[in-house]
């Protein structure tokens, strides 16, 4: 299984960015899928999680509200819809991939099987 992120760039506070993780190999509708991010300095942190029946979303109190977490089993992709961005946001997003993960585990890094590379996202104030 590859991961493979795009869509992060520079953009002004309040913008928005859609991010985009394609997955190649089979059984994508299998996994949940994460997505991390780490800034400058600091430790990798959760943004947000999709089941991998779709149904249930899981959000970092941070960015509830402004992030918006989707998948197209269709497309092997999951997606990160991002608005209202703030300089805070300022990160390498990483997309991850776990085979039938459990919902007590989901935001946790280390429950993840695949990770993508990242993408960088920067958000000027």
């Known amino acids: 299984v590859q991961l493979q992120a795009c869509g992060g760039g520079l953009v002004q506070a309040g913008g928005s960015l859609r991010l985009s993780c394609a997955v190649s190999?089979?059984?994508?509708?299998?996994?949940?899928m994460g997505w991390f991010r780490r800034a400058p300095g600091k430790e990798r942190e959760f943004v947000t999680a999709i089941r991998w029946s779709g149904g249930s979303t899981y959000y970092a109190d941070s960015v509830k509200g402004r992030f918006t977490v989707s998948r197209d089993s269709a497309k092997n992709t999951v997606y990160l819809q991002m608005n209202s961005l703030k300089p805070e946001d300022t990160a390498v997003y990483s997309c991850?991939?776990?085979?039938?993960?459990?919902?007590?585990?989901?935001?946790?890094?280390?429950?993840?099987?695949?990770w993508g590379q990242g993408t960088l996202v920067t958000v000027s104030s």
């Open positions: 190999g089979r059984s994508f509708s299998r996994y949940d």
């Open positions: 991850a991939a776990a085979l039938r993960g459990i919902v007590s585990t989901i935001r946790i890094s280390s429950t993840y099987d695949y």
